[in-house]
């Protein structure tokens, strides 16, 4: 397994789904869950110390093990739960399953980070995240959207900017995250070394990235240029 020990680097600290019927859906199951938080011990924010907690501890288990598991389906969620990785990104389910693939994530003691953007049945407006928030306990999201980032980071959730490198457009919107102070910024693809570099350096904000990784050398590579762990959806990648 990789660890902070063979490797080098810098330590540190889409497509809208929306319309009104789901927006309707999100309204009412937000609603739903608000006026039963008292009997299921929901809280709907949490405070600045915790939000703190919560940063140290995905830090602390990037820094242990570098290697994000991906999943997009049920078959990646039994792999990801017995494999030897600390955090786990979701990028598939909708509203009526998300809370439980998250409950299944955080019961084998991983921290639950949600692609918000590919949830099926939310809308690309902050509401999203409150639901996210309050009816799955999810430690986090990741999005491309700044609002839900803004939203995130109200709501003292793990707040990470994804960001897809296709030209120098896409490379401005990165450097944009200086202004956003996301947890971090997630670069892909991930074979840039370079790009990652130049990201870590000009924003200051902890760099992740993946996609088309499915080497050592390349897990080595994007490492060694600052990256502070690699997502990936290969069960292979997370035994690095």
């Known amino acids: 397994m990789l660890t902070s020990e063979n490797h080098k680097r810098i330590p540190a600290r889409s497509v809208e789904h929306g319309d009104k019927r789901t927006n309707r859906a999100v309204c009412f199951a937000c609603s739903f869950s608000f006026s039963q938080k008292s009997d299921i011990g929901y809280e709907t924010g949490f405070p600045e110390e915790r939000r703190i907690r919560l940063e140290q501890r995905l830090y602390e288990a990037l820094q242990s093990n570098p290697i994000i598991a991906a999943v997009r389906d049920d078959e990646g969620l039994e792999a990801c739960l017995q494999a030897d990785v600390q955090t786990v990104f979701v990028l598939y389910g909708d509203i009526c399953?998300?809370?439980?693939?998250?409950?299944?994530?955080?019961?084998?003691?991983?921290?639950?980070?949600?692609?918000?953007?590919?949830?099926?049945?939310?809308?690309?407006?902050?509401?999203?995240?409150?639901?996210?928030?309050?009816?799955?306990?999810?430690?986090?999201?990741?999005?491309?959207?700044?609002?839900?980032?803004?939203?995130?980071?109200?709501?003292?959730?793990?707040?990470?900017?994804?960001?897809?490198?296709?030209?120098?457009?896409?490379?401005?919107?990165?450097?944009?995250?200086?202004?956003?102070?996301?947890?971090?910024?997630?670069?892909?693809?991930?074979?840039?070394?370079?790009?990652?570099?130049?990201?870590?350096?000009?924003?200051?904000?902890?760099?992740?990235?993946?996609?088309l990784i499915t080497e050592k050398r390349e897990v080595m590579q994007a490492l060694e240029a600052g990256a502070l762990a690699i997502s990936s959806t290969a069960p292979d990648v997370w035994q690095m």
């Open 97 to 211: 399953g998300i809370a439980g693939i998250v409950r299944r994530i955080k019961d084998a003691g991983k921290i639950a980070i949600v692609h918000a953007d590919l949830i099926t049945g939310l809308a690309a407006k902050e509401i999203s995240v409150d639901f996210l928030h309050s009816t799955t306990l999810a430690d986090g999201i990741i999005s491309t959207r700044t609002n839900m980032i803004q939203r995130a980071k109200e709501l003292q959730m793990i707040a990470i900017l994804r960001v897809f490198l296709i030209d120098s457009m896409a490379f401005d919107a990165a450097l944009g995250a200086r202004n956003l102070k996301p947890d971090a910024i997630d670069i892909l693809p991930g074979l840039m070394p370079s790009m990652i570099r130049k990201v870590r350096q000009m924003t200051g904000i902890p760099v992740l990235t993946g996609g």
